[in-house]
Each structure stands twice: as structure tokens, then as C-alpha cells.
């Protein structure tokens, strides 16, 4: 029963996955315009919905730390975690973003407003992951975090908005037009709801896991702590052996 | 009122160490003089090429002259237990994060004027519009003075406090760097309606950027 317990979400999770692997391989249809390469659509447009899902995630976790009525060191826990998930998840989106722009605008990269904000976005992020690794003590780590977090969430429509004004003011008939975005029915709009969802369960999986991970850390970090103490009280002799 | 003379009091202590140990003036100074001469490598010289990248160049060595002066701020913070020193001292958070920022903004005004004539010798590129360009740099250095001083405390007493800030500073400035260059580049050009929207944005993007920094500052400070 236990063993059920433990492996239930993550069997779930790649269930889901599994699901969705055949609904874009073989049940939805391939599109009028960009044949075959429509199918990253199933995986790109999930995978920034998680990115932009785990940043929000890391912000509504922060100022939960942040605020001293709730304050518990978990809600931190959960910022990084997330953080990290989000970061996995936005150079992802870019890669495949990427790799779908080649075949169908006949680009790798275009200075469109989505993109760049996803990029700068990608790198606020990095920094953010970086802060966190800077080995501070959990309780310092806590404040700092939580405020660089809110910064960086606070950043990212205003990055928005000034490269979307960039566009606006300088550059005209970029090649994201409307008639290439294909209008999405049917099976193709199932299949996207459903990458979604089950990317939305992998989101909690990878999360859950790895906040998991993050509070043994912290534990294991206490006990050694601890045990250095004792040796140390022995050594004294203030303890006997 | 208090606000304003505790600002003044911090940014003139940073100013006159920095006047008396002159690394602004020997080390950064310079440091975004050869930046200038390197992009001219970059670029081939090419005469025709260089004026027209001059906004984006000049504001490039200016956000990369910046991330040294930012770094220095905190620097001089670090010797003598001057933190706990400033932490004692009473001195209201926000008061001291608008003081170093203002210390900052002052020496990257300085800069910018040595560069600007660097640019417009080295690039050969025709001033215009010097209202707006003025303007637009005010604005500017506001924000990126106050973006940074922000990130500079976040990392105060970390490890690789040196490495990590540039990386915070740089990708939360984007909007310092978008507007700051596509307003000197439209002055240059005469669209100077074009170039004003391009200061609202930046004067919009100070002002968060103060506002966060004089509410973050004070607990940062005590936490470091």
C-alpha cells in the first residue's frame, strides 16, 4: 500500500505524458501549412504556460515568506524549488520555440517581443537560482531571496512592455502574422489541453520532489551542526565518551 | 526633510572617498574609455557603421562602467565594519539606499560626459537634440544607480558577491538599455517626439526602481 502510495504521482504523472506523446504523435492531425512541425505545438505552448505557472508560484511563495504571520521556511523552500522547475521550463520553451521557428518562419530567433521578454525572463531567473546557491544561512537566505524574487517578477511585464514599445516604434511586419498562427480546433485544441494538464502534474511532480530534496538539505545541514557540537563538547571533555 | 539630508549625508561620504581614493577616477574612468576604443575594434572602424551603433555602444560601456561602480559602492562598505557602522548610525533605510544610489548617479553623469565626447570624437557622430539626450541620460542613470545599489545589497556579505551581481543588474536594467539607446538613437536622427516617449519610459522605470529600493533597502541592510 505504501509502495502504491509513494510511486502513485509519479506513475500518474507519466501516464499523462504518455497520453500526450500519442495524442500529438498520432491522433491530432498534422497542419495545412507547417505539416508534421505543428506537433512541437504540444510541447512548446506547455511548457510556457509551466514557466510563467512556477514563476508566479515562486513570487505568491515569497511574499508568503515574506509576510511574518505566515512565515514558515518552507515557503522559501518552495520559491527556489519552483525557481528552479521554471528555469528547466523557460529554456525549454526557447529551445523549442527555437527549433519550431526554423521550419516555419524560416528563423532561429526572431527579436519579437514574446521571445524577448521570455529570454530576459530566462536570465532573471538564472540570477535568481544563483542568489540562492550563494550559501548564506537559511534565515538571511530567506529575506534576500524573497525580495530579489519579487524584483524579478515586478521586472518581467516592464521588460514587456518596453521591448513590445521597441516593436512597435521600430520594427513593422515581423514574421509572427496572423496567417501563420493556425487557428486551432478540434483534436488539436484537445491535445493542447491536455499537454497542459499533464505538464501541469509533472509541474507538481518535479516540485514536490525537489522540495523534498531542499528539506532534507536543510535537516542534513542541522545535524551535522550538531554532531560537530558534540564531538567537539567531547573532545573538551565536557561530555563523557 | 530628514529623508533628504540623511541622503545627502550618505551620498557625500561616498562621493569624497571616492574623491580621495580615485579609483572611480583612475580605474572605472578609463575602464569605459577602452571599452569605447574596443567596440571600434568590433566593429572594424568602419565609419559608416560606427555612428549609427554609437547610442547602443556608448550605452553599453555605460551599463558595463556601471556594474564596476556598483560593486565599488559596496566595496567601500565592507572594510572597517563600515556596515555595522552605517547600520548603528540611525540612519533611516531608504534615506541611505537614496544616498547611495545619488553617489552612484553622480559619478555615472561623470562618466557619461567623458564618454559622450569619446563617442562623438572616436565615432564621429553629429550631436543633436541636446535637451532630450540630457534628459534621457538623467533618467536613465537614475534607474540604473538605484537598480543597482538594490542588487548591490542584496548581495552584500555573500561569497561571490563580484560575479553575482552583474548577473542580477544586467537583465533587470533591459528596459534602462531599450529606452536609453533608442532615445539617443531618435535625438541623433531629429525625431525628437520619438526620442521624449523614450524618456517617459525610462523616468517611469526610475521612479519604480527608487520606490523599490527605499521600501527593500532597510531590511536588507539589517539582514546583511
Known sequence: MTLVRKYAFGAAVLVALAVTAVLALFVSPDDAVQGDAVRLLYLHVPSAWIAYLAFFVTAV???LWLVPRTRRPTWDLLAGASAEVG???TGLTLALGSLWGRPVWGTWWEWDARLTTTAIMFFLYLGYVALRRTGATADERGKRCAIAALIAFADVPIVHFSVNWWQTLHQTGTVFNEELNPTIHGSMAFTLVFGVGAFTLLYGYLVLRRLRIAELEEGLEEREVERAI?????????VPA | MMFVRDALLVAGKDLRIERRSRVALQQILPFGGIVIVMFAFA?????TSLPSAAPGLFWAAVLLAALLAIGRSFTVEEANGARDGLRLSGLDGGSIFAGKAAAIAVELFLLEVV????VVVLYGVALHGAVVLVCAAVAATIGLAATGTVYGVLATGLRARDTLVPLLVLPAVTPVMLGATRAFAAALEGSTSEAWQW?????AFSLLAVAAGVMAFGPLLEES
Do not use: H, P, W, Y
Not at chain 2, 115 to 118: D, K, P, S
Open chain 2, 199 to 203: 524618456v517617459q519610459l525610462l523616468a
Open chain 2, 43 to 47: 566593429l572594424d572602424a568602419d565609419r
Open chain 1, 61 to 63: 511563495a515569497s511574499v
Open chain 1, 87 to 89: 528555469v528547466i521550463f
Open chain 1, 230 to 238: 558534540a564531538e567537539r563538547l567531547r573532545a573538551e571533555q565536557v
Open chain 2, 115 to 118: 564618454l559622450g565626447v569619446a
